[in-house]
């Protein structure tokens, strides 16, 4: 069993096919007998995730912040809430409940959350896959700034493997679930 970390918008977005991707997300996660950790809110895709993965049987564990808490965002049927006091704070401890990150569309929160991982896994802090998952090529024009980031010289190509990207849930889960990708850091060599 992993605890997989699914990263998403509070908002469900506009396509039909966000709402959807989210909602078989949590059921793949609970059908591969894996737990699911997120933000802890019953909002937008998150909320979507939740229910999901907690009617097909998963433990659910999200973590909020005290200010979010406060504004009753909070899902109220989690197997467990972990309440921090920042968004840095949220962040670490949703990291060191997890074994693995599946990214689904978002806006800026989702994609703080998601850089800070990239960037732990990038420095050597921890060690876990991150996975998008890929809705109607939602994440194209973000793994296009990746390739030119390469392209340009701020990143190693095998940096740009901290991120995969994938279109179907069950694939997001298998790779999730498993190793996170080796990688050389780019300063080691003067670069």
């Not at 921890?126 to 994440?139: G, Q, R």
């Not at 793994?143 to 995969?164: E, K, P, Q, W, Y």
């Amino acid at each position: 069993m992993a605890r997989l970390c699914v990263f998403c918008g509070s908002s469900s977005g506009f396509d039909p096919g966000y709402v959807a991707a989210a909602s078989l997300l949590g059921r793949e996660i609970a059908g591969a007998g894996h737990e699911l950790v997120y933000g802890g809110g019953h909002v937008g895709l998150m909320g979507i995730v939740a229910d999901a993965a907690l009617d097909s049987g998963a433990e659910v564990t999200g973590v909020i912040t005290e200010s979010l808490l406060a504004a009753e965002v909070a899902h109220e049927g989690l197997t467990k809430l972990v309440v921090s006091k920042s968004m840095h704070d949220r962040k670490e401890r949703m990291a060191d409940l997890s074994d693995g990150v599946i990214v689904l569309p978002g806006g800026f929160g989702t994609l703080d959350e998601t850089f800070e991982i990239i960037t732990w896994n990038q420095l050597g802090l921890i060690s876990m896959p991150v996975v998008f998952l890929d809705v109607d090529n939602y994440f194209s024009a973000l793994f296009s700034f990746i390739a030119g980031s390469v392209d340009a010289g701020f990143m190693n190509a095998d940096h740009g493997d901290l991120a995969r990207r994938v279109s179907s849930p069950i694939e997001a889960v298998r790779i999730a679930a498993g190793p996170a990708a080796s990688y050389r850091p780019k300063w080691v060599d003067g670069n």
